[in-house]
């Protein structure tokens, strides 16, 4: 009971916290390589440096998905400014999975991928 009142708090927050981030604001939304998808992901926001130089870039991630569904050893692949990293890693580091055993996978699910892409 506890951890589902913890997962659905999690959702909630992760919401109002994209909905306060600003509609105005551009994000940077993931693009998820392979099958294995989130139940909950996290939008970037874009870096007010970055914005105010009209720069554009992209962060691609790897990483692992534990026993509980959440994201770990998050490192970054390749990137094409290094203003965009932190946010990126933080972003994917809210993402919420399945638990894989429910998919029938080992835990933990390793080297997975996304990219960020930070677009004006």
């Not at 509609?23 to 926001?45: L, N, S």
């Not at 992209?58 to 490192?75: H, I, K, M, Y």
Request: aromatic fraction near 12%; glycine fraction near 4%.
């Amino acid at each position: 009971m506890h951890k589902k009142l913890l997962l659905l708090l999690t959702l909630i927050l992760t919401a109002c916290s994209n909905f306060a981030a600003g509609k105005d604001w551009p994000q940077a939304h993931p693009e998820w390589i392979g099958d294995y998808k989130p139940i909950v992901f996290v939008t970037a926001p874009y870096p007010k440096q970055a914005y105010s130089n009209h720069q554009e870039g992209f962060v691609r991630l790897t990483f692992d998905v534990n026993a509980e569904g959440s994201v770990q050893n998050v490192a970054v692949a390749e990137s094409s400014s290094d203003v965009f990293e932190s946010i990126a890693v933080s972003a994917l580091s809210k993402a919420k999975y399945l638990p894989p055993s429910r998919f029938n996978l080992e835990a933990p699910v390793a080297e997975l991928t996304v990219i960020y892409h930070f677009k004006l």
